[in-house]
């Protein structure tokens, strides 16, 4: 099975930070792809800009090499690499000076093509790119920005970067990208939700029991320590991606996809999220930092010791149970939880629905237990469907839980798309469904902030867990004092 290819109009992508991780690891490798799949159309040009000094032809041996570390063997034609190749050029800018963008402007002309600017930069600098970009006279009608969080580290710094780029480009311009929306399970919540009659009367508090949300990781800091010492768990999972997984579990069917239907919706539930305050965040949160422990790749230092810095409480794990104050939703709890360095990589969203009011079938039946729906959104992405059903054979009633399963490998032998390929078109289209609008990442802080000031101000230290393993105890004794389990994954 192919999947379908709509080729986007002409664009001119300009990539700050192009020599950056982002550029190298996702945004180059997402672009070849999109060509190698036919979906660009032309003539449509790259354009690498940042503050090293380079010639065209050095980083056009950067892209290459990019490419063939981080895209497949079997996926790269020579031929189409080359081409790719070709539609790149290379200028040095620097945003503090301001060097560089009059060169820019010469490079892009005054065409009417759709011109895409991706801040692939530390978020201090959006608001002086924006601000040359419009010197410039580079912001056209056709013009989007692109930029990654982290939006802010709190509210108030949200609000004054959202400022200041809305101060140069329009609502409709600025994509901000939660690069877990454009993973495809999660769009795929959508589809399982709104493109099938069977869930939608069972999605409330009335059948569902509760909610776990869980992205956890294998790996540790890796090389990021100056960001991630200053952002933890916190700010760097939850009050992005999980509560973004969150709202599409939990909102209204949108009318529509069209962007602001969706978004309305997604606000309208973190606006519902009840606030954690000091006094019950050591009840409902749980901090928890990585000691020394084991991975599959044999034993592994502990976050102080990776970091040379034994005072820092920075949490590597967080788990929240967060209750949504709706109709639909008031009494079903929402477990969160995320961390580094735990026992295995995996993501997924696992609805819990509730106990069958009676059991007619005696005790040699064995155990009946509750109905779960699995989303996986990664490794191994599909969506299981847990059952009772009868034992086979004779031999009385014996019951068992078992998965109606269905992996999206094996039911469609198509690669599954990196995140980025999917938002990179949807911007180039100017579809903004799967970008966060601003009210919806202030919304979100406003959530956050109560818990980080809970946290700095509060006793709750971060509390240590075996690197390896599944998070602090305190973790599991969070949804076990409401007689639930975390879900096991498999
Ligand atoms: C990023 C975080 O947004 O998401 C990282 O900054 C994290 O800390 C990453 O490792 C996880 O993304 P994925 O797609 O690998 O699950």
Partial sequence: MTSQIIPVEPFDFVMFGATGDLAERKLLPALYRRQAAGQFSEPTKIIGASRSKMTDEEYRAFARNAISEHVKGEEIDAAELGRFIERLSYLPVDAKSGDGFAELKKAIGDSDRIRVFYLAVAPELFGSFADHLKAQGLISANARIVVEKPIGRDLASAKSLNDRIGADFREQQIFRIDHYLGKETVQNLMAL???????????????????????AETVGLEGRAGYYDKAGALRDMVQNHMLQLLCLMAMEPPASMDADAVRDEKLKVLRALKRINGNEAPRVTVRGQYRAGASANGPVKGYAEELANGDSQTETFVAIKAEIANWRWAGVPFYLRTGKRLAQRVSEIVIEFKQIPHSIFGDSAGRIEANQLVIRLQPGEGVKQWLMIKDPGPGGMRLRHVPLDMSFAQAFEVRNPDAYERLIMDVVRGNQTLFM????VEAAWR?????????EDGPQEAQGYTAGTWGPSASIALIERDGRTWHESN
């Fill in 437 to 440: 609008r601003r009210d919806e």
């Fill in 193 to 215: 939700r709104f493109a099938n009659a069977l869930y939608e009367p069972l999605w409330n508090s009335a059948h569902i029991d509760h909610v776990q949300i869980t992205v």
């Fill in 447 to 455: 959530w956050i902030d109560p818990i980080l000031a809970a946290w």
